[in-house]
């Protein structure tokens, strides 16, 4: 099995549940603050491959949510900058196996992590569909 440095925020209800499954299938996890870590642009960078900018950004955001900040309009260097500035921004969880990395559980290295699925409430927050905010910190 897999060691996992998995980069969450404490506290939401939906990572929570990640860490749950990722623990289910055997892993071993290093679980870490997203919000708290030092973030440098360029390893940063490394989480999103080729994947397009827009998907980048965490949809639940409170600054995209209230449309202050609109990921489809944003080129890479702006998005880091705005992500260093506000972790809140990234989308999660970030992950890193053995260098691999990858944003969100819909990539190639979960799904060879979880045996090749993704249960359906892994993805996405929790608190939209209740209508409930997670702890802002």
């Known amino acids: 099995?897999?060691?996992?440095?998995?980069?969450?925020k404490p506290g939401c209800a939906t990572n929570a549940r990640q860490l749950q499954a990722l623990n289910a299938a055997g892993h071993d996890i290093i679980a870490k603050d997203i919000l708290m870590e030092p973030w440098a642009s360029e390893e940063l960078r490394r989480f999103f491959g080729n994947t397009?900018?827009?998907?980048?950004?965490?949809?639940a955001a409170p600054r995209i949510k209230s449309g202050e900040v609109n990921p489809?309009?944003?080129h890479a260097q702006r998005a880091l900058a705005l992500?260093?500035?506000d972790p809140l921004l990234i989308r999660r969880p970030l992950i890193d196996v053995d260098g691999s990395r990858c944003a969100g559980l819909d990539h190639e290295l979960v799904l060879s992590?979880?045996?090749?699925?993704?249960?359906d409430d892994l993805e996405g927050c929790v608190?939209?569909?209740n209508e409930t905010r997670c702890p802002q910190t």
């Not at 397009?52 to 949809?59: D, G, L, M």
């Open 83 to 85: 992500m260093l500035d």
């Open 1 to 8: 099995m897999a060691t996992i440095t998995f980069y969450q």
């Open 52 to 59: 397009p900018v827009a998907s980048w950004f965490n949809q």
């Open 113 to 119: 992590l979880l045996g090749r699925k993704t249960p």
């Open 127 to 129: 608190h939209d569909a």
């Open 72 to 74: 489809a309009m944003i």
